[in-house]
């Protein structure tokens, strides 16, 4: 019997014009700088990922960071 183990790497960000917010980590009070290099390509810097071993939590960390973004549009339109 073959059983495959995998865990993805999820991480979830929102880019408004220039500026990059990470949308799994509240602590993050400023904006990310979208870096590139020869061996990566483009990267977001310092963007938090969180690790996933099934698919139930991998609905997790998309409904946080979807939560998260519908929240920081709410503060941004109100600000």
Do not use: P
């Not at 979830?12 to 290099?37: E, G, H, K, P």
């Amino acid at each position: 019997m073959f059983v495959c183990m995998f865990v993805l790497l999820v991480c979830c960000f929102s880019r408004v014009a220039v500026q990059v917010i990470d949308l799994l980590n509240s602590n993050q009070r400023t904006y990310l700088a979208v870096r590139w290099s020869r061996h990566k390509g483009f990267y977001v810097e310092n963007l938090f990922h969180v690790e996933c071993e099934s698919i139930e939590d991998l609905f997790a960390v998309l409904e946080e960071g979807k939560l998260f973004s519908l929240e920081r549009r709410i503060m941004l339109r109100f600000s």
